[in-house]
Nanobody
Framework: QVQLVESGGGSVQSGGSLRLSCAASGNTYSSQCMGWFRQTPGKERRWVATVTRDGTTMYADSVKGRFTISRDNAKNTQYLQMNSLKPEDTAMYYC?????????????WGQGTQVTVSS
């Protein structure tokens, strides 16, 4: 089992930045990857980004060039630096750890952290 705890969400104006963190504990060595998804009310969760154990990163087209995913293996923590935020980035953000399904990393989920971007 892997436990994930997100932090760093909040409210920001359009064009601003936020940095999300996700601390992992438990059997983290069993995870191939870590990642982020986001969800707005009434819609499905959508993949945002994935980072592999060796630091290879993958991004959804909607965030490429604006968001940066990274990880600190020594701290079992991953980060999502979000720049040039837009109102359409408003969502609940969930961190994940586990196995690959295509470019997505799924298996274990955090409880979510809200990001709100105002115009």
């Amino acid at each position: 089992q892997v436990q994930l705890v997100e932090s760093g969400g909040g409210s920001v104006q359009s064009g601003g930045s936020l940095r999300l963190s996700c601390a992992a504990s438990g059997n983290t060595y069993s995870s191939q990857c870590m990642g982020w998804f986001r969800q707005t009310p009434g819609k499905e969760r959508r993949w945002v980004a994935t980072v592999t154990r060796d630091g290879t990163t993958m991004y959804a087209d909607s965030v490429k060039g604006r968001f940066t995913i990274s990880r600190d293996n020594a701290k079992n923590t991953q980060y999502l630096q979000m720049n040039s935020l837009k109102p359409e980035d408003t969502a609940m953000y969930y961190c994940t750890a586990g196995r690959f399904v295509g470019r997505e990393c799924v298996g274990y989920w955090g409880q979510g952290t809200q990001v709100t971007v105002s115009s």
